[in-house]
Each structure stands twice: as C-alpha cells, then as structure tokens.
C-alpha cells in the first residue's frame, strides 16, 4: 500500500567519539453622541458550536494497551471543528469511534504533519510489531501493509544480492516510539528495556507500507562509551518539534530516558542523512521507575533547547525539573515539588512557552515560569477536591453523575485560535475520578476545554453583550462577542496501564 509521491533517501548516524551508523528512509467618532453599551451576562452552557466532527482540527487518540476488554486497537475522538470550538456533546453514554488492529496497540506516534505515522502492536512476546498507519492528519486511521518485527532479525538478502546479512539489536517489548523527520523523510526511532544490544532502532519506509529495517545507534560501542554508564535500561525516547541553529546548522533533539540516566542527542543532515551525536548525560534525571509512552518528558514548544522533565533518578515521582542548553548539555534551571501525593503521569507546556499542565493523582497543577529561571504553581481554574491548588475539571460521567476529574492520566494541548479570545490551546485530559464504574468496563473520561497560555488558566466565561442604551444617529449596538467554546466531554475511554502516558493529541 503506497502513497502517491515519491520516496527521498536519508540516513542517520550516531556520535559519541567519531563512531558513525545509517539509517535510511524511503502541515469613529469622538462626539458627545450616546453609544450603546453592554451589560455582561456570564455565559454557562453545556452545548457546543460546532456540531458533531468527522473531519476535525482537534482530534485524541488513545490506545488500548491491553485495557481494551476485548477491543484491540485505538480509540479516536474528534474534540475541535474546524470552526475551532468544540465538537458537539457525544452524551454520557456515548462510547468513541474505535479503530481495530490486529492485535492490542500500545502506543502511536505522527510527525509533525500527521503523513508519517506508526502503530506499536502486541507481538508473540511483548510490543514488538511496528506497523504503518495512514489517513492519522483527518482522523481516519487505517492499517497499512505487514507489521515489522523488532523482535526477529531483517529480514535475509536476496541469493542474487552480494549484500551482507543485516544483524540488528532485537527489541522483543517496544515501550516509546518516536518520529524523526517527517513525510517521505521520516524514520521511526524505537527502544524497549531489553534491546539486545541496548540501542535505539530505527525503521524507515513509514509512507511506503510496509516499515524496513534502517540499522541502529547503540549507546556504547567498540570505540566510544558513556561517560557514566548505567546499569538500567533505557526506555523512553522522545524528538523535539521543532529544530534549532547551532553553527548555523538546523538541529534536531532526540532525548532518550531509562530510569537511572537521561542522554540528550542532536541530529543534523549530513549529506543525504541524519547524523545522531550523543552529546551529554544526566544521572540525576532518570524516570525511577518504569515507564511507556512519553516518559515525563516535553520540549518546550517555543524554544526546543529547554524542556520540562518529570520525576528523578531517585524517585521524586512530585518533582518537575527545568533544563536548557539541550542539545550539548543537560542543565538545570529550576525545580518544583509538587505537594505529597501529586505523583506525575503527564506534562505538556502550552504554545508560547510560558506555562506547563501537570497531569497527577490529585489533578493537574498549573505551573508558570516555563520560559524563565522560576517555575511557579498558579491558582487553580477548577479547584480540586484533594488539593487546593490543583485543577480537577467537572464533567458528567457515563452514568450520569457529576465528577471532578482528580486523577488526570494523560494530557496535551491542542492549538487553535478564535477572534476576540485570548485563546490559543485546548487541554485535552484523559482521567477520571475514584468510584467511576461504566457499563463498558472503561472508566476513564476525556474533556477539552480552553485554556490561556497568557494566564495560565481557562478563560473565565465571557460576556454576551446586549445593548442598554439606544445607539446614536448613524450609529449601531456593538456586536456581539465570541463566548468561549464548551466542555467536550467524551466517556467510555480506555484507562492506560500504570506508568503508560500514551495519549496522542494533535
């Protein structure tokens, strides 16, 4: 199953004391005149602008990572119109469109356009099937092709091919899968806690189904070491959104985590490739336990040289922890402990940099100073049962009842923008709250609601204007100014195993 445009070459490699690998790979008047005024009458409604969405600017897509009861696959909800409000209401009972693999997924990953995207399917062992999804940028996915498997070796040349036999690391559990590059340029970068040899494994052809081999980078090898290596596995790798300029050369960051250590890489082209240089390692930073998925881990949307980090070598499951001067060094900036019990699951940080939501087990704390040398908890938009400065939104569960989402599993931003709003992200939350029992045996709960990335918090509901004085000659009332767009709410959503953060929002 092909796309229709042509393939492009790249290859990739990793440094650490000259050691080079490839990779390949195949979006008035100033009278006295009376004028009318306004009188602000707050609006609260449950109903959205937008009717129900298919084609969408704001779509979730979640996984079912062995939760599914049965369901083997990824569950797809459309949030945001293309009118940039909210979907319409799906009702308490409404269960989300599902998208059946053959096997249970644990994880997706897009590119940055949504061309290029990937799905981690449950192979003889662990997560060990990568397979090629279409139709991610309209929501639509579709399975494309056979599956490759991490955990068997490429597959042998040809007789007639003098090439010698590729012999790749094995990754028989894939637990993060990120994407480099995009569209016909996009390799996907893979790793699972026993890769043998531990390394990063990279798969190309991701437009043109099925997924090949693209060769390795190991962490250590014959020629180089780390500076301090560690005795755990690496688990997480995670590729910034963006790029930055370095000698004048545009550079991409891949951060790649294990529970003892976190290494920072940066990639450039070189020639017709990528070239992966592991530039610096961070012992205190390692997730300290096992995880899947993002791993706590987010760059900075506005400067991809920071980024914001969850958790620490030694466990500090409530400490956030600020770093630039990715890639060549790892340095801290700040720290934030968050209150006892505000164990971290999730972070993303909104469009301008500035503020960053922390998904936890008693909400999502809203922590400002992203983009300075102080990190700081804001007041909370919905003040949460189990602690006075974290955030739990209110929705109506799938049985009807009203709730305070007080454990917040996974979280994202969706970017848009309205005229007249200071709006320019929607949070998306995947969560629910204790004692939520659903028919279909998923508990969990996802909501999108606005959110302020210039204050930190949802925007407060506005006012629809009605004029309270007669407009003067030639003159007419003001219009009436956008309101802020609904709560979605969606139920029946699949709940992640504990330790994943595997909720895809784009």
């Known amino acids: ?7 492009r ?3 990739l490699g990793i440094c650490f004391a000259l050691a080079t690998l490839a990779f390949a790979a195949c979006g008035h008047s100033n009278n006295n005149t009376p004028k009318a005024t306004v009188t602000a009458t707050p609006v609260v409604t449950p109903n959205a602008s937008s009717p129900p969405c298919v084609l969408s600017l704001g779509i979730a897509f979640e996984p079912d990572a062995g939760n599914g009861n049965g369901f083997n696959g990824v569950q797809v909800s459309h949030f945001e119109g293309n009118d940039e409000r909210t979907c319409a209401g799906v009702g308490p009972t409404a269960t989300p469109m599902g998208v059946a693999f053959q096997s249970s997924v644990d994880a997706v990953a897009f590119d940055s356009d949504a061309v290029s995207a990937v799905a981690i399917l449950k192979g003889s062992a662990g997560y060990s099937l990568e397979q090629d999804v279409f139709g991610a940028a309209v929501g639509q996915l579709v399975p494309a092709g056979i599956p490759y498997d991490l955990n068997a070796q490429p597959p042998t040349p040809s007789a007639t091919s003098t090439a010698t036999p590729v012999v790749a690391p094995l990754i028989p559990d894939v637990t993060s899968v990120s994407i480099l590059g995009n569209s016909q340029s996009a390799v996907a ?7 043998n040899p531990a390394a990063i494994v990279a798969l190309t052809s991701l437009t043109f189904a099925p997924p090949t081999y693209g060769l390795e980078a ?3 090898g014959s020629t180089y070491t780390l500076p ?3 005795a755990y596995p690496r688990t997480i790798v995670r590729v910034s959104p963006g790029a930055t300029t370095i000698n004048s050369t545009s550079t991409s960051i891949v951060l790649v985590r294990g529970q003892s250590d976190l290494l920072s890489f940066g990639v450039t082209l070189v020639g017709s490739g990528y070239q992966l240089n592991l530039e610096a390692q961070n012992t205190l930073l390692g997730s300290g336990s096992a995880l899947r998925g993002k791993g706590e881990i987010v760059f900075d949307p506005a400067d991809v040289t920071r980024a914001l980090i969850g958790g620490t070598s030694a466990g500090g499951s409530t400490v956030l922890t600020l770093v630039d001067g990715l890639p060549s060094a790892i340095t801290k900036v700040s720290t934030l402990t968050l209150p006892p019990g505000a164990n971290i699951h999730s972070i993303d940080i909104a469009s301008n940099g500035q503020y960053a939501l922390v998904g936890t087990d008693l909400g999502i704390y809203s922590v400002n100073g992203i983009n300075g040398t102080v990190m700081s908890v804001v007041t909370p938009f919905a003040p949460s049962p189990l602690n006075a400065m974290a955030s ?24 848009g923008s309205l005229p007249g709003l200071a709006l320019d992200d929607y949070l998306v939350a995947l969560g ?7 028919a279909s045996g998923d508990n969990a709960t996802l909501v999108a609601i606005p959110f302020s990335p210039t204050t930190g918090t949802t925007p407060a509901p506005t006012a629809e204007p009605s004029p309270t004085a007669t407009p003067g000659a030639g003159e007419t009332a003001s219009p009436p100014s956008p309101t802020p767009p609904a709560v979605f709410v969606q139920n029946n959503m699949i709940a992640p195993p504990a330790g994943s953060d595997i909720l895809v929002v784009r």
């Open 432 to 438: 629910s709250e204790s004692g939520v029992s659903c």
């Open 9 to 11: 070459s790249r290859t």
């Open 218 to 220: 190991p962490f250590s």
């Open 228 to 230: 301090n290596p560690m």
């Open 1 to 7: 199953m092909a796309r229709h445009y042509p393939t």
């Open 189 to 195: 970068l893979n790793v699972g806690p026993a890769a």
């Open 392 to 415: 739990a939104p209110i929705y109506t569960d799938c049985n009807g009842t009203t709730r305070h989402m007080t454990t917040v599993y996974s979280l994202g931003f969706s970017v």
